[in-house]
Each structure stands twice: as C-alpha cells, then as structure tokens.
C-alpha cells in the first residue's frame, strides 16, 4: 500500500497571488484614505429613503420593521433593459422604483388612518 501513495502525489500547486492595494480598494469600494467611495443605496437612489437603515456586512437592509424581505420575479430581457436605462437616466435604482410603485398600488391601512 505504501508504493500506492508515493505513486499517486499531487502536483505541485502555485501560490496564489495576493492582490495589491489598489485591488483591494477596488473590490472593498475605498479609497487611498480609506473612506468609502461607492454611494450607498439612498445616495444611488437619488433621494434619502428614512424608512432603510444602512445594510449590514452581509448585505442585508434593515427598517423599521425589521429585516427586508426579497421579492423575484421573472420579466423579459427587453422589458429589464428599458427599466435599468430609464433607472440609470433618473439615477434610481429598479428595487426602489418598485418599491414606490408597490407602496403606492398597496398603501398600508395604518399610515391612511393617521390622516
């Protein structure tokens, strides 16, 4: 059994290359400085949102209510290309304009309560 190993050993692997600072503030969004250059998502939608608290290191987003849930859906690829134009055109983004729409189609019986 001994002959069995020493036959079967595993090529040699090459060292993986560590990436250079400027990979890293690339793919962690910052700068030189250190401060963060991507907008956050109520900058990118283009109005502040006071119901979203920022996300946490995991992506998730959090308000009022708690955690947000998510919400796919399947649509044609024509019909995503004009919405993620005319998104980038009002400097938006898709989840918020839905957002919007579904809050308007769907109001919340408690907010019409108070006034």
Known sequence: MADA???????????????????????????????TSRPTADQAAGEATPELAKGNDQGETTTKEGRMKRL???????????????????????????????????PDPERRKGT
């Open 5 to 35: 190993k020493s036959r079967f050993k595993r090529p040699e692997q090459p060292e993986t290359p560590t990436p250079g600072t400027e990979a890293e503030q690339f793919i962690h969004g910052t700068s030189a400085s250190g401060a």
């Open 72 to 106: 796919t859906i399947d649509i044609p690829p024509s019909l995503h290309k004009r919405v993620k134009e005319q998104c980038a055109t009002r400097e938006t983004t898709i989840a918020e304009v839905v957002r919007k729409y579904l809050e308007k189609t769907f």
